[in-house]
């Protein structure tokens, strides 16, 4: 079955560390999203991806980046991890055709100690 | 500016009452579409509808049903005779047409967390 996955699960890392974390999805689907949930905010688009090499930014893109090599897989790199990044990261992916839902991973839980 | 208003924060019923998720949206666009996704407590996100700009008509899925109203820019959810399954955070989401063909990105509201009581 078709499927999208998060890669880690769950992380602890310290300030300043660089991490990434894995969305892959077997859809095939062309658009993918990276959002991060806090409480008290609900899911907040950090960056999004309209297809190979398209990156863009969305409402809290600072101190993200992302690149797009396939249509499968969307990473998303902090660049220099700060405590503000705590959060529940959840990657999207939708099909490219009209306005469709978007799938979502199971979420990585990001803790920056 | 988009913007997707869920002013309920919480909200605590017993089992087998009715329940309204209120949602509110802002766009400016004329095509825009609205969704609802529902949140359990293991953490998954899962799609429940999505309703396009032309199409007002109300939606009934078992025990669910949405109120879109355009005049009032609300999308309202209700639970028919809750269970305790129905125990989640609920999104309300609005998503513009346009740009390059494909699903546009989707704001959300911040969230309703809905507690069934037994």
């Known amino acids: 079955d078709a499927e999208i996955t998060q890669s880690p699960r769950h992380k602890i890392t310290e300030t300043g560390r660089q991490v990434t974390l894995a969305c892959h999805q077997t859809w095939n689907h062309n658009n993918m999203f990276w959002y991060r949930q806090d409480l008290g905010h609900g899911l907040r688009l950090i960056h999004y991806?309209?297809?190979?090499?398209?990156?863009n930014k969305g409402e809290v893109s600072d101190g993200y980046s992302v690149s797009r090599s396939n249509t499968e897989d969307l990473p998303l790199t902090l660049e220099s991890a700060a405590s503000s990044q705590t959060s529940v990261y959840f990657c999207?992916?939708?099909?490219?055709?009209?306005?469709?839902?978007?799938?979502f991973g199971p979420g990585t839980r990001l803790t920056v100690l | 500016a988009q913007k997707v208003t869920q002013a309920q924060t919480e909200i605590s019923v017993v089992e087998k009452e009715d329940v309204t998720l209120d949602c509110v949206y802002e766009?400016?666009?004329?095509?825009?579409?609205l969704f609802w996704y529902k949140q359990p407590p293991s953490g998954e996100l899962v799609f429940l509808i999505r309703?396009?700009?032309?199409?007002?008509q109300n939606e009934i899925s078992g025990r669910y049903s949405w109120n879109f109203q355009k005049s009032t820019s609300s999308f309202n959810f209700t639970i028919t005779a809750s269970q305790v399954v129905d125990s989640a955070v609920y999104f309300c989401?609005?998503?513009?047409?346009?740009?390059?063909?494909?699903?546009?990105?989707?704001?959300f509201g911040k969230g309703m967390k809905l507690t069934v009581n037994p």
């Open positions: 989401a609005l998503s513009e047409a346009g740009g390059q063909g494909g699903s546009e990105k989707l704001v």
């Open positions: 309703r396009n700009s032309f199409d007002e």
């Open positions: 766009t400016r666009d004329t095509t825009y579409y």
């Open positions: 999207a992916s939708s099909f490219t055709r009209g306005i469709n839902e978007q799938f």
């Open positions: 991806s309209y297809g190979v090499q398209d990156t």
